[in-house]
């Protein structure tokens, strides 16, 4: 595994941030309140990325 410099790893975290933001927005399963395999899978990838 490689360092990733602040800027590189805050880019990453913004990125996944927003597929996160974004998937949430148009999932009508989300937008109902129930659970979402997706939104779980993305969330985690999020909270992994900003570390």
Known sequence: M???T???K???A???YRSLIGHT???A???A???CVTATRLGRAWRRVRG
């Open 25 to 27: 927005v148009a999932c």
């Open 33 to 35: 309140g129930a659970p």
């Open 10 to 12: 805050s880019a990453s």
């Open 2 to 4: 490689t360092a990733q």
């Open 6 to 8: 602040n800027s590189a």
């Open 29 to 31: 399963t989300c937008r």
């Open 14 to 16: 913004d990125e996944a």
